[in-house]
């Protein structure tokens, strides 16, 4: 794993938080194996989280009618996104592995986060329509979510009252981090760490310490290639031709 590059994305407001505890054992741990190791702390850092025609400097190019996605493409070409996306666009390019460490917030990332995603993961620098999924930009980086709940593992589970975890991180892990390309690693789910007792804790953090031993040589998450749904839109216009033939 040596001469890695690491960005932990990090959100939780306290320094006494076991999201903070499960930030500095991965910053040790993978200092330790030779990592370069940077944090993006977004609370510390006050992150904007909304994205608005403010994350352009200068004129943009039609302010009555403002497209994010269009706006922030022009000006991430032209280099005319602020400094702090562009910061954290920075620190992206030269990761190999990106860990987003939080606290689950409404069964998803924390708003901060989600603001660290909307406006870094910008159309033309993290995705185009050609190039996402199996084709996207971040093929060669891996991803994963590292994160605590408030839950126990059980209400997460396919029969549970929160329902099957894996669903609810689909938006998250194939919708965001698989659609800009990433290699997405397993997530890292700290349960419930607030009702369990201090040993158990220390356990959750132990495991952590020895996965991470490892983490840059385990195999992704497996989702559907692009490939698929090329040929899915190929098999359907087919069948539209063909129906189409059939009712003249
Ligand atoms: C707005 C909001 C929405 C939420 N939505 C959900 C949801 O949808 N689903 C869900 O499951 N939960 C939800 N929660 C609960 C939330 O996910 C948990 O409160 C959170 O994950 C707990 O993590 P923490 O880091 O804040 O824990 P903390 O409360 O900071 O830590 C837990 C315990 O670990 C201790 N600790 C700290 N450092 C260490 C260390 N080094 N070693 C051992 N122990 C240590 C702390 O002292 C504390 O006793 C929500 C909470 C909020 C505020």
Same mark, same amino acid.
């Given at each position: 794993?040596?001469?890695? %590059? ?14 903070? +505890? ?10 330790? %194996? ?22 352009? *400097? ?30 954290? =666009? !920075? %620190? ?8 987003? =460490? ?14 660290? &995603?909307? !406006? ?20 060669? %980086?891996?991803? /994963?979510?590292?994160?605590? *709940?408030?839950? =126990?593992?059980? &209400?997460?589970?396919? #029969?549970?009252? #929160?329902?099957? &975890? #894996? ?5 998250? =892990? ?29 356990? /959750?953090?132990?495991?952590?310490? *020895? ?7 385990? #195999?992704?998450? +497996?989702? *559907? ?6 040929? /899915? /839109? ?15």
């Amino acid at each position: 794993m040596a001469s890695k %590059k690491v960005l932990i994305v990090y959100a939780h407001q306290s320094s006494g938080s076991f999201n903070s +505890a499960a930030k500095d054992a991965a910053v040790e741990v993978l200092t330790a %194996k030779g990592c370069t190791v940077e944090v993006s702390d977004l609370y510390a850092m006050k992150f904007k989280a909304t994205a608005t025609a403010e994350d352009i *400097t200068g004129k943009v190019k039609n302010a009555d009618y403002f497209c994010y996605g269009e706006e922030t493409k022009l000006a991430w070409e032209a280099g005319k996104l602020t400094a702090d996306i562009t910061e954290e =666009q !920075r %620190k992206l390019t030269e990761a190999d592995l990106v860990i987003f =460490q939080f606290p689950m917030y409404w069964f998803t990332v924390p708003a901060i986060m989600k603001g660290w &995603m909307d !406006r870094v993961l910008t159309l033309g620098y993290a995705f185009t329509h050609e190039k996402r999924y199996s084709q996207g930009i971040f093929k060669d %980086k891996k991803a /994963m979510l590292s994160f605590t *709940t408030g839950s =126990q593992e059980s &209400m997460f589970s396919a #029969n549970g009252i #929160n329902g099957d &975890m #894996n669903v609810t991180l689909w938006p998250l =892990q194939n919708g965001i981090l698989q659609y800009c390309g990433f290699q997405v690693l397993a997530p890292q789910i700290f349960w419930a760490p607030s009702h369990v007792p201090s040993e158990a804790r220390g356990t /959750m953090l132990e495991d952590w310490r *020895t996965r991470m031993q490892g983490l840059l040589g385990e #195999n992704p998450l +497996a989702f *559907t290639p692009l490939d698929c749904l090329n040929d /899915m /839109m190929s098999i359907k216009l087919l069948l539209r031709k063909i129906l189409l033939i059939d009712t003249h």
